[in-house]
């Protein structure tokens, strides 16, 4: 498949276990928050979103926690499953910018 | 099915000659981008439209054109394509603007190559 970066931070995980993936922000102004998915070949797809009124949101064996004390998000994936090999991006925007501000991604490799 | 549709997904060019990516959602979306994506660099934004006629830069519009005349359609053009335009772009919609609907809807991607 094609690469979406060169020396992406990586985490590997056993199939099964829970992965936690960060990502850091630097805008105190943000106020959204997004994941998104991005298989090997294919354009990324929207995971889960939370607002800076929340500190935690959940989906389906996903969850964003995020930290606005010390700008920090966190995507926590509850067993891990082969198909959730990807690289997943953090994006941000504050208030009326019409802008998303993406991160750099990471790439996570389950293991059978 | 909901889709966004690129083409063409693979292209290899020579600097200067002009080519079109075309794009289209079928979602009725009013807001529409496009990205490119390279190695280190993440997504970065090349332009987008908020509505039909409606279109604005995004970081790096520098080289590329865009046209917004129905909904459903937002072409990106490069009038004379050079070599540091070679990436993987992506076509993204979205029903309204980001942040109150959250989630965009990508594209597979173009992978284009300049010579």
């Known amino acids: 498949g094609e690469s979406v970066g060169l020396h992406l931070p990586t985490l590997s995980v056993q199939e099964g276990d829970n992965s936690i993936i960060n990502c850091a922000y630097s805008?105190?102004?943000?106020?959204?928050f997004i994941w998104y998915k991005q298989e090997s070949g294919k354009g990324p797809q929207f995971i889960i979103d939370?607002?800076?009124n929340m500190d935690k949101r959940q989906g389906q064996r996903v969850t964003v926690l995020l930290n606005k004390t010390v700008k920090h998000l966190s995507l926590q994936i509850a067993a891990t499953q082969p198909g959730d090999s990807a690289v997943y991006f953090c994006?941000?925007?504050?208030?009326?910018?019409?802008?998303?501000?993406w991160g750099l991604g990471t790439s996570l490799a389950v293991n059978p | 099915e909901a889709q966004v549709t690129q083409n063409p997904r693979y292209l290899i060019t020579v600097t200067g000659k002009k080519l079109t990516v075309t794009c289209s959602q079928n979602m009725n979306h009013e807001y529409m981008s496009w990205y490119r994506q390279d190695p280190g660099l993440g997504l970065r934004q090349i332009y987008y439209?908020?509505?039909?006629?409606?279109?604005d830069k995004g970081d790096v519009p520098e080289g590329y054109k865009v046209s917004r005349k129905e909904k459903r359609n937002f072409p990106l053009i490069l009038e004379s394509p050079s070599p540091n335009q070679t990436s993987l772009y992506f076509c993204?919609?979205?029903?309204?603007?980001?942040?109150?609907?959250?989630?965009?809807?990508f594209g597979e991607g173009s992978r284009l190559t300049v010579l």
């Open positions: 439209s908020m509505n039909v006629e409606v279109t």
């Open positions: 939370i607002r800076s």
């Open positions: 993204a919609s979205s029903f309204s603007q980001i942040g109150d609907t959250g989630e965009l809807f």
């Open positions: 994006a941000e925007k504050a208030g009326n910018n019409r802008k998303l501000i």
């Open positions: 805008n105190s102004a943000s106020d959204y």
